[in-house]
């Protein structure tokens, strides 16, 4: 009788297994296209580089697409839905710069054109990404493909699960591990903050009110502070200031040498200093020539890239991007 439970609780094991790795075998991939759109990556990759050799600048929010989109919903698409009947994560505050729709849709036209139906627009977001951050000198990884799209999109599901430009280091930790990601995939992460640009809101109370008190905060260089004072008046909502000065097209490893100088722009940016972890990887950084940072941030990235993906039969290849089938 024992001998039977044991035998049928490795039964049990034995077909967790299996169902366990078939469900990888289900899951994302290299080559996904290789036999139903064997151009897919290349086509998508021209039609990138069309925009980017003209505007160097689009690599930026293109990159920050893909990360939009995996935190709400995992990386389904969801980013890119138009509000129809109800308000999309698209309209929702942290959007306010959320720009470079016009790429992935021309990007999707250019691959319904040789092959129909087949390439998710959530594939879509994480290649353009990656071509993206690879033409303005950063690093190239290889994208495992077979997202699905989502239909469903909600203004407030992103306000809930994208982290804030205010959040503290418990707050960060406690948002990336929401989507398993861990501390050095945060700062690794927030190392895209080497390239782009950002509204004074996201860190004017750094300047004129941190405490409620017209004060500024006292972590932020004094110099810098200054700074940024010329550029962003109080209540400034349109002005945007490059968060890597000087090489904010340019994808390199500056990002954690402003860090150490108490030059990061955000609250988020500067709470990596908070904790015994980032704040090693951030010095590590700053201070060894041929870092590390781009054989991470592939490697990040491709993790970032498997949150919560719809596989298999879920969810629906879009005909358009900012639509539902
Ligand atoms: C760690 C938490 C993060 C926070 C709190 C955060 C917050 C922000 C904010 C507030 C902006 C400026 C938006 C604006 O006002 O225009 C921004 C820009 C940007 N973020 Fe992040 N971000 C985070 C992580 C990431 C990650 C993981 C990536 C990609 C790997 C990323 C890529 C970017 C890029 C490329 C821009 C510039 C966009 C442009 O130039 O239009 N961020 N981020
Ligand atoms: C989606 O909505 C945005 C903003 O309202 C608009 O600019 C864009 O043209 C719409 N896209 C499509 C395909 O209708
Ligand atoms: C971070 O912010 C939260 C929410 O405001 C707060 O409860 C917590 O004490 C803060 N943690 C740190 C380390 O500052
Ligand atoms: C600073 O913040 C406090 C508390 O939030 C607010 O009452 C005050 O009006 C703010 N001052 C300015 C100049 O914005
Ligand atoms: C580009 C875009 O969709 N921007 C929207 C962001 O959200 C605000 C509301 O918070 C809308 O007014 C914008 O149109």
């Known amino acids: 009788m024992v001998v039977g439970k044991r035998v049928f609780l490795l039964q049990l094991?034995?077909?967790?297994?299996?169902?366990l790795s078939h469900s990888n075998v289900q899951g994302l991939n290299l080559g996904y296209y290789h036999k139903t759109?064997?151009?897919?990556?290349?086509?998508?990759?021209?039609?990138?580089?069309?925009?980017?050799?003209?505007?160097?600048?689009?690599?930026?929010?293109?990159?920050?697409?893909?990360?939009h989109d995996c935190f709400v919903r995992g990386c389904d698409g969801s980013v890119l839905l138009n509000s129809s009947n109800n308000q999309a994560e698209r309209d929702a505050f942290p959007?306010?710069?959320?720009?470079?729709?016009?790429?992935?849709?021309?990007?999707?036209?250019?691959?319904?054109?040789?092959?129909?139906?087949?390439?998710?627009?959530?594939?879509?977001?994480?290649?353009?990404?990656?071509?993206?951050?690879?033409?303005?000198?950063?690093?190239?990884?290889?994208?495992?493909?077979?997202?699905?799209?989502?239909?469903?999109?909600?203004?407030n599901e992103a306000l809930a699960n994208l982290p804030s430009p205010f959040f503290n280091i418990t707050q960060l930790k406690q948002n990336f591990a929401s989507k398993g990601l861990n501390m050095k995939d945060l700062a690794v992460l927030s190392g895209g903050h080497?390239?782009?640009?950002?509204?004074c809101v996201a860190f004017g109370n750094r300047l004129y009110n941190f405490t409620g008190r017209g004060d500024?905060?006292?972590?932020?260089?004094?110099?810098?502070?200054?700074?940024?004072?010329?550029?962003?008046?109080?209540?400034?909502?349109?002005?945007?200031v490059e968060m890597d000065p000087g090489s904010f097209k340019t994808f390199d490893d500056d990002y954690y040498t402003l860090i150490t100088k108490r030059r990061g722009l955000f609250e988020s940016d500067a709470a990596l200093l908070s904790d015994a972890e980032t704040?090693?990887?951030?010095?590590?950084?700053?201070?060894?020539r041929g870092s590390?940072?781009?054989?991470?941030?592939?490697?990040?990235?491709?993790?970032?890239?498997?949150?919560?993906?719809?596989?298999?039969?879920?969810?629906?290849?879009?005909?358009?991007?900012?639509?539902?089938?």
């Not at 094991?13 to 169902?19: F, N």
């Not at 932020?220 to 940024?228: I, R, W």
């Open 292 to 325: 590390t940072f781009d054989k991470d941030f592939a490697v990040s990235m491709v993790k970032m890239g498997k949150v919560g993906v719809l596989t298999g039969n879920q969810g629906e290849i879009r005909k358009h991007c900012a639509f539902v089938n």
């Open 279 to 288: 704040k090693a990887y951030v010095f590590h950084q700053a201070s060894i």
């Open 95 to 155: 959007n306010l710069s959320l720009r470079g729709y016009h790429v992935i849709d021309a990007v999707k036209s250019a691959v319904e054109k040789v092959c129909p139906d087949v390439v998710s627009c959530a594939d879509i977001l994480a290649l353009v990404a990656r071509d993206s951050v690879s033409m303005i000198h950063g690093p190239s990884w290889e994208v495992p493909l077979g997202r699905r799209d989502g239909r469903v999109s909600r203004l």
């Open 194 to 199: 080497t390239i782009g640009t950002s509204h």
């Open 13 to 19: 094991i034995v077909v967790a297994v299996l169902v």
């Open 216 to 240: 500024t905060d006292p972590s932020m260089d004094p110099n810098y502070v200054a700074q940024l004072k010329k550029k962003c008046k109080p209540g400034d909502t349109t002005t945007l």
């Open 37 to 67: 759109c064997p151009n897919a990556e290349s086509i998508i990759r021209k039609t990138t580089y069309g925009f980017i050799s003209r505007a160097p600048t689009l690599a930026a929010p293109l990159l920050r697409l893909h990360f």
